[in-house]
């Protein structure tokens, strides 16, 4: 039967095989966001009409220009940005392109506060504009 000592280390050299630490180097996060042109202060959006959300893209790194983004509606209430990120405005459509056009849902909530924010690998956020 092996003693208390030699399964302590058995057990240390394991821990000691597969802990040894590999180099860490630092890596720069590339974080791109982009100005949101439109919708702009009193900007009305009827519930149900087709809209069209721009940005620029006279900045894109080179590292971003296959990516794809995420437009989703909310709005500004108590220093908070309020997001349905269940009911996405805009999904998968190209960084690089400036533009999506969507249908403003018929069930969005009549507002002044209304905010859209544009996410590819940041978010950024629009002006508050209306929804009626």
Same mark, same amino acid.
């Given at each position: ?31 791109? &966001? ?32 296959? &990516?794809? /983004? ?27 392109? /400036? ?20 996410? /590819? ?12």
């Amino acid at each position: 039967m092996f003693s208390i000592v030699t399964i302590f280390s058995i057990f240390s050299a394991f821990l000691l095989a597969f802990s040894t630490a590999a180099p860490v180097h630092p890596v720069e996060l590339l974080a791109w &966001s982009p100005t949101i042109l439109s919708p702009i202060p009193l900007t009305s959006w009827p519930r149900g009409s087709t809209q069209t959300v721009t940005w620029a893209t006279d900045n894109v790194p080179a590292e971003k220009m296959n &990516s794809t /983004g995420l437009l989703l509606l909310g709005y500004l209430e108590n220093d908070s940005e309020n997001l349905d990120i269940s009911h996405p405005l805009a999904v998968d459509f190209p960084i690089i392109s /400036g533009e999506v056009a969507f249908t403003v849902p018929e069930n969005a909530t009549v507002r002044s506060n209304a905010i859209v924010v544009l996410f /590819g690998d940041s978010g950024n956020a629009s002006p508050e504009f209306c929804i009626v």
